[in-house]
């Protein structure tokens, strides 16, 4: 018996060195009194759509209908809290790979007057892998005059951190989130899109005020630059700030809010360390002329997805930041006051790997979790 207890230890140990060898996280259940996950009183979760293949993000069309991208490379419509049996026709051909596929959609500020939504996804070509933004209208579910306005260059065998939201500032402005691909020097270059956010016209054309970052640059697409993997942005409804939030590595998510040209670091500074080993990345957490995170997770809680609360269904929710945890599948709740995160609540428990929340024309909160997306429906 002590000789099979002893082999069934060595097994173990062989498959967590396997896991660490070939980059798999390894996320051990979190208590409710670590987490100070809370049950939350007077509101239920209602699964609107179940049975989706890796659903990545969502937008709500003026009729009422809602668009689900899952990794796959399909484009899914729910209609009057069922989910419609065909996807949207003509997606472009999407390169599903590692944390790749079809990633975030988004509406066009003016979609009731134009009809562009726009859609990220991983793209294949001779040299690799990377992200493309294309726009489109949706007509008869089905993706027409479809234009192509940004190509990640260059493209990169790995697969894995390409970041991929996208939004809209208040000028209209189009702003694309980009990881550093696994790739981590790229991310202070200047010359390509590595680990950058990238700002463009809603059209691809690059704004003439793009901020020029390196002396020896003319503007480019990138807006600013040191980033590992930025899988959540929101525009500040109040301020008119972009905030983002990035994944660390082992240790050091941080929320930060761009600034024109700013270095945030990434790998020279981080709150981080390199996963298993626990061994120091860089130079430390500071350094002059790179922008301190105004808050960070440590240890790290793999942030996706992220939304202001602007509504009137949760009255004491108003004016506070949501953001989805894939590490610990809750829904975070940050509380503010002006540019300071304040405190943290936790809400709801084991929901699945949070995607995405977004804020819903109806005032309501959705959340894309696991395969499915839940409305946050008051009880009362």
């Known amino acids: 018996m002590a000789k099979l207890m002893k082999a069934r230890k060595l097994i173990l140990f062989g498959l967590l060195l396997l896991l660490a060898t070939v980059g798999?996280?390894?996320?051990?259940?979190?208590?409710?009194e670590q987490a100070n996950t809370t049950t939350v009183k007077n509101v239920a979760l209602k699964a609107i759509a179940s049975g989706l293949?890796?659903?990545?993000?969502?937008?709500?069309?003026?009729?009422?209908?809602?668009?689900?991208?899952?990794?796959?490379?399909?484009?899914?419509?729910?209609?009057?809290?069922?989910?419609?049996?065909?996807?949207?026709?003509?997606?472009?051909?999407?390169?599903?790979?590692?944390?790749?596929?079809?990633?975030?959609v988004v509406l066009h500020p003016n979609y009731r007057e134009n009809g562009w939504l726009y859609l990220t996804y991983t793209a294949k070509d001779q040299q690799g892998v990377g992200v493309e933004v294309v726009r489109a209208k949706l007509q008869n579910n089905q993706l027409q005059q479809q234009e192509m306005i940004f190509t990640q260059r260059p493209k990169l065998k790995k697969d894995h951190h390409f970041g991929s939201r996208i939004l809209f500032d208040q000028q209209g402005y189009l702003y694309i989130t980009l990881g550093d691909r696994g790739e981590q020097e790229r991310a202070q270059v200047i010359s390509h899109h590595i680990g950058k956010v990238i700002r463009l016209h809603d059209d691809g054309r690059i704004p003439k005020d793009n901020p020029v970052i390196s002396?020896?640059?003319?503007?480019?697409?990138?807006?600013t630059f040191g980033h590992r993997n930025v899988q959540g942005a929101a525009l500040n409804p109040w301020t008119g700030?972009?905030?983002?939030?990035?994944?660390?590595?082992?240790?050091?998510?941080?929320?930060?809010?761009?600034?024109?040209?700013?270095?945030?670091?990434?790998?020279?500074?981080?709150?981080?360390?390199?996963?298993?080993?626990?061994?120091?990345?860089?130079?430390?957490?500071?350094?002059?002329?790179?922008?301190q995170p105004i808050y960070k997770w440590v240890p790290s809680i793999a942030p996706s997805g992220m939304t202001f609360y602007t509504g009137d269904a949760y009255p004491s929710w108003k004016g506070q930041l949501f953001?989805?945890?894939?590490?610990?599948?809750?829904?975070?709740?940050?509380?503010?006051?002006?540019?300071?995160?304040?405190?943290?609540?936790?809400?709801?428990?084991?929901?699945?790997?949070?995607?995405?929340?977004?804020?819903g024309p109806d005032g309501l909160l959705y959340m894309v979790a696991d395969d499915k997306v839940f409305q946050l429906k008051p009880a009362y």
């Open 24 to 32: 798999v996280a390894i996320y051990m259940p979190l208590s409710a």
């Open 323 to 359: 953001v989805g945890s894939l590490k610990f599948q809750t829904l975070v709740k940050l509380k503010l006051d002006g540019d300071k995160v304040v405190s943290e609540e936790r809400l709801f428990k084991n929901v699945g790997r949070v995607r995405d929340v977004r804020q």
């Open 241 to 291: 700030k972009i905030w983002t939030h990035e994944h660390g590595p082992q240790g050091g998510d941080e929320i930060n809010i761009l600034q024109a040209g700013v270095n945030y670091g990434w790998p020279v500074i981080t709150y981080g360390v390199n996963y298993f080993i626990g061994t120091k990345i860089g130079e430390g957490t500071h350094k002059a002329g790179m922008a």
């Open 53 to 104: 293949a890796s659903p990545w993000s969502v937008a709500f069309l003026p009729d009422g209908k809602i668009l689900v991208t899952e990794k796959p490379g399909r484009l899914r419509v729910i209609e009057h809290g069922k989910l419609l049996a065909a996807p949207v026709a003509g997606v472009p051909i999407v390169e599903e790979i590692g944390q790749g596929g079809l990633l975030d």
């Open 215 to 223: 002396p020896s640059e003319q503007s480019t697409e990138a807006y």
